[in-house]
């Protein structure tokens, strides 16, 4: 399991070029892995203060964000630790288990207290170059070497280097007889002899119990378990001591008497037919430590520890968008989509589309090149692939390119646990960009709801951590209620959106809405949305005085509208004609008033000419006449008269 | 390795089967304790065996490597290597019935 916090802590690294845009924030953010960087600049204050008295930024970063993550105090005031490295168990003891003293792991029968003392021997042997004497009380050699491959460890291997020694000590009861005074010295040569041989700074008593049944004198045993123990503080060695549960104590035979510094408590409980280890550390002299029941599991890997408290709210984030694969989805979301690294829960009831949506999503960054890991709960990856396959989207060249990989396990195939530490092999194995969760309600089933939401805790702060988009699909039953049933996750989720049917008309048609979107601009409406043949397709949904209209009400509304648009077009088409018609008419009227007014014009210039020929006329008769009468003064006025006139006319 | 060898002049008509007894005492150092044993098991063997056995003591602070072979957890330790079976008898063999019973002495004494 360790390798998996390895991983995890690799992973920012192997995200770096994609979250390369989130330069503003992360340097705003200390960064866990490199405390030596951070650590001279809080060293000196005097580095700070010219900034300060510039007054360039009116408090120095580092100030402001020191106080938000809090360093753990200095180990020289604590208790030397010594790492197990079993993941999650140094997180809840604080670095480990009590350096130099003897620890008591006790627990009823197949709580993995073996497997406890073998694994924190391997690990020390390979992570923590500390060789380990695994001195087995109960199995032999060849049977712990066996029973402990199964778990990847190669404790034949680390045997063969001497980094591991395995003393298997046969206790036989009955075979001993017992005939006056003794002590257990035989006991501490050879372990002395197996220390000393390889150098071991780790020993593990596997089951020091073994040694009730088999020593009858009770009061000689307790006395030398007290001087084991003693010597074993003495020898400077970190000891592992494992014993059966007993009824009333914590041991069978009160072994807690001797070890007081660090008791773990391992435990094998059965709810609603599914079994779930938790362990327990019940003391722990001189130290801080959880006191709470952290669920453990035994997977591929070794121990694994799920503490929820064991990853502080530090992670980074990144300012970077990612496209769900739907435009307008896109848009609701402030335009660009989700936040890189954020967690999304998508709800909604029965045949809402929420697998159809987290399938679009996954494809969408599968297409960017991005890893998408979909975990399925209820559907085979095949059934999927096909499904989506109707709606026109070929998720199977994706998963060819190995961009696209399915995780398909029944929710009631193990316990929480067992499915938390599988995804997490999963997650660290594939190293995903996206992680679709499809649909976390299916592992409610498996566990009680705290515990459920326990794990999705755990899960979401390990995948915030590496950066990981997850989608989370979450089925609600009936039609209403649907915000409460989902409170107590929602509020671990950074968007949340909303799947529902409306039914009516004779139809069920699909809406969606964004509940919820941390730290974007979203959009409040409602929009409903199509599934075709070729995908998915947001519409605006129309929203009138009767409330939301969709289906066949919307194209009904939307056709409504669109008539009333073409009369209105028709009837203002109508009147331009008039209008038209209007103003020809009266152009007409105008031009036949103009061309009366000319021909009166020309009429009143003809009445001149007339006039003024028939006075001509008029003078020459009269001349003429004259003349005749022989009027000679008459007629000589006259002559001149008619030539004036003849003048003016010419 | 301290090795004695003792071969008592008597020898006992009822043991007399020709069986050679092997006995080891493992001991870590030379405690009052494991000077005790050997003294009771030396009694006992003259007692019981004269001249039909004899003994190792294995000193386990000189040798620890040995402690494993004979899956030794408590000294004093005497292991019946032969006659077989293996026989183990704890204890610094104070109480002689305890160590007849445990060495398989008892049955026909």
Redesign the interface.
């Not at chain 2, 026989?87 to 160590?99: K, Q």
């Given at each position: 399991m360790f390798k998996i916090i390895k991983n995890h802590v690799a992973k920012p690294a192997t995200l770096a070029p994609l979250v390369a845009k989130s330069a503003p924030l992360a340097s705003l953010v200390p960064k866990r892995a490199s405390p030596a960087r951070l650590l001279p600049k809080r060293a000196s204050p005097a580095r700070l203060l010219p900034k300060r008295a510039s007054l360039a930024p009116l408090v120095p970063k580092r100030a402001t964000l020191a106080p938000l993550v809090p360093k753990r105090a200095s180990p020289a005031r604590l208790l030397p630790k010594c790492p197990t490295g079993i993941q999650g168990l140094d997180e809840i003891t604080g670095g480990g288990l009590p350096r130099g003293r003897p620890t008591l792991v006790c627990g009823g029968a197949g709580c993995g207290k073996t497997l406890l003392g073998a694994e924190f021997l391997v690990r020390g042997a390979t992570q923590f170059g500390e060789p380990g004497v695994l001195m087995a009380f109960e199995e032999t050699e060849p049977e712990l070497k066996a029973n402990v491959a199964s778990l990847g460890f190669d404790l034949a291997g680390l045997v063969r280097r001497k980094k591991i020694l395995v003393?298997y000590?046969?206790?036989e009861p009955g075979?001993?007889?017992?005939?006056?005074?003794?002590?257990?010295?035989?006991?501490?040569?050879?372990l002395?002899?197996a220390i000393d041989s390889i150098g071991a700074k780790r020993v593990v008593l596997d089951t020091l119990e073994a040694?009730f049944s088999?020593?009858r004198n009770e009061a000689i045993l307790r006395a030398e378990l007290r001087r084991l123990f003693r010597w074993l503080k003495d020898k400077g060695v970190t000891a592992v001591i494992t014993a059966e549960r007993g009824r009333e104590q914590l041991t069978r035979h009160g072994l807690e008497e001797y070890v007081s510094d660090c008791v773990i408590l391992l435990d094998h409980r059965v709810n609603d037919q599914i079994a779930t280890r938790h362990l327990r550390v019940v003391k722990y002299r001189g130290a801080m430590h959880g006191t709470n029941e952290f669920p453990f599991l035994i997977g591929e890997n070794g121990l694994s520890v799920l503490p929820i408290t064991s990853l502080a709210l530090n992670h980074q984030v990144s300012t970077e968008r990612i496209a769900t694969g739907i435009p307008r989805l896109d848009v609701m979301l402030g335009g660009q989509g989700f936040f890189r690294g954020s967690s999304i829960l998508l709800t909604g009831t029965p045949g809402t589309g929420k697998t159809i949506i987290a399938a679009n999503f996954a494809a969408a960054a599968a297409r960017r090149g991005e890893r998408v890991l979909f975990f399925s709960f209820e559907e085979s990856p095949n059934q999927i692939i096909r499904n989506l396959h109707s709606i026109g989207l070929q998720l199977e060249p994706l998963v060819k390119r190995g961009r696209l990989r399915f995780h398909s396990a029944r929710p009631s195939l193990y316990g929480l646990e067992m499915h938390l530490a599988t995804m997490f092999k999963e997650i660290a194995e594939f190293q995903p960009h996206v992680v679709i969760v499809d649909p976390i309600t299916s592992l409610m089933e498996a566990g009680t709801d705290s515990e459920c939401k326990g794990m999705v805790t755990r899960l979401i702060d390990y995948l915030k951590g590496g950066q990981v988009t997850t989608l989370f699909t979450s089925l609600t039953q009936g039609g209403h209620a649907l915000q409460q049933s989902e409170m107590a996750m929602s509020s671990l989720m950074d968007s949340w959106i909303l799947l529902q049917d409306f039914e009516g008309n004779g139809e069920r048609n699909r809406v969606l809405y964004v509940l919820k979107a941390r730290g974007m601009a979203h959009s409040n409406q409602v929009r409903e949305f199509l599934i075709s043949n070729r995908g998915i397709d947001v519409v605006d949904a129309y929203i009138g005085p009767s409330g939301v209209l969709t289906g066949s009400a919307r194209a009904a509304q939307e056709a409504l509208e669109k008539a009333s648009l073409l009369t209105g077009q028709q009837e203002a088409d109508r009147r331009k004609r008039e209008l038209e018609r209007k103003r020809a008419a009266i152009e007409r009227q105008i031009s036949g008033l103009r061309s009366e007014y000319e021909t009166e014009a020309l009429e009143l210039r003809r009445i001149d000419e007339q006039v003024g020929i028939s006075t001509l006329l008029l003078n020459s008769e009269r001349a003429a006449s004259g003349r005749l009468r022989q009027a000679d003064a008459k007629v000589a006025g006259a002559l001149r008269h008619k030539t004036r006139l003849a003048r003016t006319i010419a | 390795m301290t090795a004695k060898k003792t071969t008592p002049p008597a020898t006992n008509p009822r043991r007399a089967a020709g069986k050679h007894w092997q006995l080891r005492l493992?001991v870590?150092?030379q405690t009052f304790?494991s000077r005790?044993?050997l003294v009771?098991l030396k009694t006992i063997c003259e007692n019981h065996l004269p001249g039909e056995y004899s003994i190792t003591v294995i000193d386990?602070?000189k040798q620890?490597?040995l402690?494993?072979g004979d899956?030794?957890?408590?000294?004093?330790?005497v292991v019946r290597k032969l006659p077989k079976p293996v026989?183990?008898?704890?204890?610094?063999?104070?109480?002689?019935?305890?160590?007849l019973?445990?060495?398989d002495l008892r049955a026909d004494g």
């Open positions: 003393d000590v046969h206790i075979e001993m007889q017992e005939s006056g005074d003794y002590d257990l010295e035989g006991l501490f040569v050879r002395n002899h040694l088999g020593l | 493992y870590a150092g304790r005790t044993a009771n386990l602070l620890p490597q402690a494993k899956q030794i957890l408590a000294v004093p330790t026989r183990i008898l704890i204890g610094n063999l104070a109480n002689t019935d305890c160590a019973v445990g060495l």
